[in-house]
T-cell receptor, first 113, second 114 residues
Framework: ETGVTQSPTHLIKTRGQQVTLRCSSQSGHNTVSWYQQALGQGPQFIFQYYREEENGRGNFPPRFSGLQFPNYSSELNVNALELDDSALYLC????????????FGPGTRLTVT | AQSVTQLGSHVSVSEGALVLLRCNYSSSVPPYLFWYVQYPNQGLQLLLKYTSAATLVKGINGFEAEFKKSETSFHLTKPSAHMSDAAEYFCAVSRTNTGNQFYFGTGTSLTVIP
């Protein structure tokens, strides 16, 4: 059984650029949630996708958007990057919309300069 | 609204001593509660979860937590700390009806002194 994977591991972007982060869910999981974890903070919920539809969103601006594909993998897109977007972005997958069974990937470390 | 408060951003214990990490929650409905551990440069690993079954929950690596509704607490304990327990610990709460949002605390960094 393959766990949750994320790519890339690290990346550096310049303020104003756009970035796409990718997540492959665990086998059998159709729900993906994305979190932002700033340095020294707990993860903050960005949004969740369930069966390719957005199924909840945290307090993040519209420049944070996402997609879920038929194979349940997911992308997080961030436009017009700001310095404060520098963080660890975590993806978690879970079966059947049951977030309490979610499993986390290792994260993508984004640095905005 | 739901949130969790973790008391103590840093906790140090001696190897072999009791580990106690505190978490209090606020929730308008009976919550699901979780403890996660995060090692440096890694994602989160679930230690244990409370989903309205037994109030004393046993998790991995010898950790356990007790749900106390009267105190709105879900403290994490381990009888005897091991060096490998040094990590960041997060308490989280989720709604029971849909469970589609998690709210994490700010974390407690555990140091184990040899």
């Amino acid at each position: 059984e393959t766990g949750v994977t994320q790519s890339p591991t690290h990346l550096i972007k310049t303020r104003g650029q756009q970035v796409t982060l990718r997540c492959s869910s665990q086998s059998g999981h159709n729900t993906v949630s994305w979190y932002q974890q700033a340095l020294g903070q707990g993860p903050q919920f960005i949004f969740q996708y369930y069966r390719e539809e957005e199924n909840g969103r945290g307090n993040f601006p519209p420049r944070f958007s996402g997609l879920q594909f038929p194979n349940y993998s997911s992308e997080l897109n961030v436009n017009a990057l700001e310095l404060d977007d520098s963080a660890l972005y975590l993806c978690a997958s879970s079966p059947g919309g049951l977030t309490y069974e979610q499993y986390f990937g290792p994260g993508t470390r984004l640095t905005v300069t | 609204a739901q949130s969790v408060t973790q008391l103590g951003s840093h906790v140090s214990v001696s190897e072999g001593a009791l580990v106690l990490l505190r978490c209090n929650y606020s929730s308008s409905v009976p919550p699901y509660l979780f403890w996660y551990v995060q090692y440096p440069n890694q994602g989160l690993q679930l230690l244990l979860k409370y989903t309205s079954a037994a109030t004393l929950v046993k998790g991995i690596n010898g950790f356990e937590a007790e749900f106390k509704k009267s105190e709105t607490s879900f403290h994490l304990t381990k009888p005897s700390a091991h060096m490998s327990d040094a990590a960041e610990y997060f308490c989280a709460v989720s709604r029971t009806n849909t469970g589609n949002q998690f709210y994490f605390g700010t974390g407690t960094s555990l140091t184990v002194i040899p």
